[in-house]
Nanobody
Framework: VQLVESGGALVQAGGSLRLSCAAS????????MGWYRQAPGKQRELVAV???????NYADSVKGRATISRDNAKNTVYLQMNSLKPDDTAVYYC???????????????WGEGTLVTVSS
């Protein structure tokens, strides 16, 4: 299984973008999926997470500006970011908790990241 992110870009402050992350390899079951980010010189931090049933949780720093969603049929998770700020500049990583068999253990996968740069 691979997670492939897309949608990172250079945007101006106040702009918007939508990140996508697709899981390839026909995983048996995708459980919780999420987006994390890592800014230069900082630790990786949670941005948003969504359960298979659609329950969501957001970091305080993005609440009201970000929306995480998923399409279980496409094994894809999205992150819509609005009112972007320079502080949102980071590499954004997709995360997925995947079962390969019914009742099997959950394995955590990470994408390679997509760069979001917000200019002031």
């Amino acid at each position: 299984v691979q997670l492939v992110e897309s949608g990172g870009a250079l945007v101006q402050a106040g702009g918007s973008l939508r990140l996508s992350c697709a899981a390839s390899g026909s995983p048996f079951r995708l459980n919780a999926m999420g987006w994390y980010r890592q800014a230069p010189g900082k630790q990786r931090e949670l941005v948003a997470v969504i359960t298979r049933g659609g329950h969501t949780n957001y970091a305080d720093s993005v609440k009201g500006r970000a929306t995480i969603s998923r399409d279980n049929a496409k094994n894809t998770v999205y992150l819509q970011m609005n009112s972007l700020k320079p502080d949102d500049t980071a590499v954004y990583y997709c995360n997925a908790n995947i079962q390969h068999t019914s009742g099997g253990a959950t394995v955590v996968y990470w994408g390679e990241g997509t760069l979001v740069t917000v200019s002031s």
